[in-house]
């Protein structure tokens, strides 16, 4: 009975000696992020000096080289590009819509969706119908659908607090509303843009169009010209409201390009992996500052820190600039196909891709119950100074999606940072750098960087 308590006694206290030790090494990874982070002026230049990122793109592969020769600054000890075939799609000429009230032509701002085909090089005029859901269209069939443009209109939900959940409540409008219209003879699609906010921003984003299906023109067009020709169609009988809109954009053959990765390797388990990273690709429309010149900045961030206070992790901690998460998702396709290939044992992958603003926590994907109660009572505490312990079950991230069918045994984390403005600048114009504020972004990475140090340390 002795012994047990002795035994008990020593347990307790060497683990008091560790959680000391772990606070102390936190408190200085945020120190040096806050004082000397290097993530804001990095992503100042990604934004300024390069801009929109689109795969297949030059600015793509302009980032590519940038990126590589960043991290080969900071002296990680392997720095090197992954091959991958991205598509390339381009926008063409901008894009014009108007309303046709009778003899009036009130223009609207409309954005294709990416992989969108053109419309006829004169535009495309129809009458328009609009409908809420998918389910809608395939109710109203083909004797009401066929020849028209049909205009998806349901918005975010603004009673869910996550707004991540609003979008993926909405989002099916847009990702195969158009393929789901033409069956049904539709000639164009038009969806509200995925925001809760009221602006004149249309927010772009891909569509997928069924192989064995047609292929029409699709826009998406911006909240408050939504609700101007949802409040239109409601005062007036068709055919007195119709839609015009034309636009330029094309599919062309599929290109080379690169993930980028940094890695700084094991001292103890250099064959087993833990993963950050975040999407280096962007729409076309803006810098992709917060999607995702944020994410792929905290990422190499979280190794730069770890040089910067010279601690040399037991397993290999590698940053991922993924590239073509936007429209194709290639990039985690090929790091997950590469891993196995190359027998790489991967402990975890944490994705970050939701903005660069206040950090709240990580969702663990697909863990139980009983998992997320152990890491909450080893973790929880440590990170509760930093605001950051939100540490829950939920989704991950379509980079290291992937790896979950590919390398089992790897957890997915997906780092969650407050929600309610992201989605006012996703896949908009205004996604530019001066929407990121400095402390946010470096405590994000601040708060990957722990996490990563508290995974290498003692594991799951």
């Not at 992020?33 to 000096?49: D, P, T």
């Not at 030059?58 to 080289?65: C, H, M, P, Y």
């Not at 890695?263 to 429309?285: M, N, Q, R, Y």
């Amino acid at each position: 009975m002795k012994l047990k308590l002795i035994l008990s006694v020593f347990l307790l206290t060497a683990n008091q000696l560790y959680a000391q030790d772990d606070s102390l090494t936190i408190r200085k990874i945020y120190d040096e992020a806050l004082v000397n982070g290097k993530s804001y002026e990095n992503l100042r230049y990604l934004c300024k000096n390069i801009g929109p990122r689109l795969s297949g793109s030059d600015n793509a592969q302009k980032a590519v080289v940038w990126s590589k020769k960043l991290m080969e600054s900071y002296g990680f000890d392997k720095v090197y590009l992954q091959e991958v075939m991205v598509p390339h799609w381009i926008r063409g000429a901008k894009e014009i819509a108007f309303i046709i009230d009778g003899k009036n032509r009130i223009p609207v701002p409309i954005a294709a969706l990416g992989m969108s085909v053109a419309t006829p090089k004169e535009g495309l005029t129809a009458n328009i119908i609009e409908v809420q859901s998918i389910k809608e269209v395939e109710e109203l069939g083909e004797s009401k659908i066929k020849g028209k443009i049909v205009f998806f209109n349901r918005p975010f939900d603004q009673k869910l607090v996550n707004t991540g959940h609003a979008y993926g409540g909405a989002g099916d409008q847009r990702f195969i509303g158009p393929s789901t219209a033409a069956k049904y003879g539709a000639v164009g699609v038009i969806v509200r843009s995925l925001s809760g906010n009221l602006d004149d921003y249309p927010h772009t984003g891909a569509t997928l169009y069924t192989k064995d299906g047609k292929n029409i023109p699709a826009a998406a067009i911006s909240t408050n010209a939504a609700n101007q020709l949802s409040s239109m169609l409601r005062m007036r009988k068709l055919p007195l409201v119709r839609f015009y809109f034309k636009q330029d954009c094309q599919m062309l053959a599929d290109v080379l390009s690169y993930n980028v990765i940094g890695e700084l390797t094991g001292t103890e388990h250099p064959g087993k992996f833990i993963t950050v990273g975040g999407h280096l690709d962007s729409w076309d429309l803006a810098e992709g500052a917060h999607d995702d010149g944020t994410g792929v900045l905290q990422s190499a961030e979280v190794l730069r820190i770890f040089k910067a206070l010279n601690y040399k992790p037991k397993n290999s901690v590698r940053a991922v600039f993924f590239m073509n998460e936007e429209n194709g998702h290639n990039g985690g396709t090929k790091y997950a196909e590469l891993a196995v290939q190359n027998k790489e044992e991967h402990i975890a992958a944490i994705e970050t891709d939701a903005g660069g603003f206040t950090p709240r926590g990580f969702n663990f994907d697909g863990v139980s119950n009983d998992f997320m109660q152990k890491v909450n009572g080893k973790w929880k505490a440590l990170l509760a100074p930093y605001d950051v312990d939100r540490l829950t079950v939920g989704e991950s991230g379509t980079d290291i999606e992937p790896m979950k069918e590919k390398l089992p045994g790897v957890i997915l984390i997906g780092f969650k940072p407050d929600s309610q403005r992201y989605f006012d600048i996703h896949h908009a114009a205004n996604d530019v750098f001066e929407n990121v504020n400095k402390r946010e972004l470096e405590l994000g990475g601040a708060s990957m960087a722990a996490l990563v140090y508290l995974i290498d340390q003692h594991g799951f």
